[in-house]
Nanobody, 125 residues
Framework: QVQLVESGGGLVQAGGSLRLSCAAS????????MGWFRQAPGKDREFVAG????????TYAEFGKGRLTISRDNAKNAMYLQMNSLKPEDTAVYYC??????????????????WGQGTQVTVSS
């Protein structure tokens, strides 16, 4: 069983930065892709960014391009999300997710098998 634990959330002023981390623990961790999602109050959970584990190829939601950077450390079984120029509308609970099976895409929730508990990001204006 894979467990994902997020960290790095917090309160930051608009224009500031945060770096989220996601640590995967399992006897043998193997994944095909990992991603970050977020859910703001009263809204559906949405895709933020994803990364192919073997190649490092990344995909970003339109709102994140130029401000967010997803990365991974295969040796540490960890994934990161560097968030710069944060805006109040980035306020949400951020979740990391991992695929347990190879899938053609990783842009939607249903393509992931494991989820973390989430970390709160609050951006004040």
């Amino acid at each position: 069983q894979v467990q994902l634990v997020e960290s790095g959330g917090g309160l930051v002023q608009a224009g500031g930065s945060l770096r989220l981390s996601c640590a995967a623990s399992a006897r043998t961790f193997s994944t095909y892709a990992m991603g970050w999602f977020r859910q703001a109050p009263g809204k559906d959970r949405e895709f933020v960014a994803g990364i192919r584990w073997s190649t490092g190829i990344t995909t970003y939601a339109e709102f994140g391009k130029g401000r967010l950077t997803i990365s991974r450390d295969n040796a540490k079984n960890a994934m990161y999300l560097q968030m710069n120029s944060l805006k109040p509308e980035d306020t949400a609970v951020y979740y990391c997710a991992a695929q347990g099976f190879a899938r053609r895409t990783y842009l939607t929730e249903d393509k992931y098998d494991y989820w973390g508990q989430g970390t709160q990001v609050t951006v004040s204006s």
